[in-house]
């Protein structure tokens, strides 16, 4: 056995993936030239996932605050998603990789809306890397959607208020298929969660890096499992 296949691995990593704006920044050039930098970098970080052994991987790609930057930037932001998503389909194949998109599509134009309900149809069976996008996504517009499907079914009798669980709430997130992230990273040194998974978290290891995301590459990922394979993980227990 080689000494990798040794390590602990996470299941599930998330990662938030920011930076695009400094990275251009950096560079003289305009933010959305960052964004198509961070965009391009999407797939390479698929197959290094699932080259590295990781099953589930989400990225945050936009936020429900993120409305509130230039509509320029809104703009550009929407073009490279739908651009992405409608690429997306021919990746997923090659890659045997399910896409899922989380967070609120309701409020996306009819064309993004198409085309994700086109790339989760297509790529429903692959049983490759589970890969979930995280568009118009707030932890907490989640957590009060899930609050809503729940009251639904309290008001239309269907279950009483005391058989609301964790469980319950957990299965009426958007990842209501999909285990809690094990690792989260965050890219380009902001030490926040920016209103990510906020419930899916609660057990999460972290990993902060300052690495920018379109420089954020196989082997910096190798190195966030490298951090996470040296955690001694607790779930409010106590080691004997
Ligand atoms: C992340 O890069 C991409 C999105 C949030 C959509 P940013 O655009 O936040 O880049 P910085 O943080 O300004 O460098
Ligand atoms: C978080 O990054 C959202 C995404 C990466 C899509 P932001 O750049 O929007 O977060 P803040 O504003 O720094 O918290
Ligand atoms: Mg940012």
Redesign the pocket.
Known sequence: MKKEEKKKLPTHVAII???????AKKRLLP?AM??SA?AKNVEPMCKAAWDLGIKYLTVY???TE?WTRSDDEVST?MKLLKDYLVGCIEKSRKNNMRVRVIGDVSRLSKDLQDAITRLEDYSKDFDGLQFQVALNYGGRDDIVRAVKKISEKVKSGEISEDQITESMVSGSLDTYEIPDPDLLIRT?G?LRISNFMLWQLAYTEMYFTDV??PDFDKKELEKALEYYANRDRRFGGRKS
Request: aromatic content about 20%; charged content about 20%; hydrophobic content about 30%.
């Open positions: 993936m920011d930076g695009n704006g400094r990275w933010r960052g964004h961070g790609a936009f936020s993120n932001l380009s902001e920018y995301w």
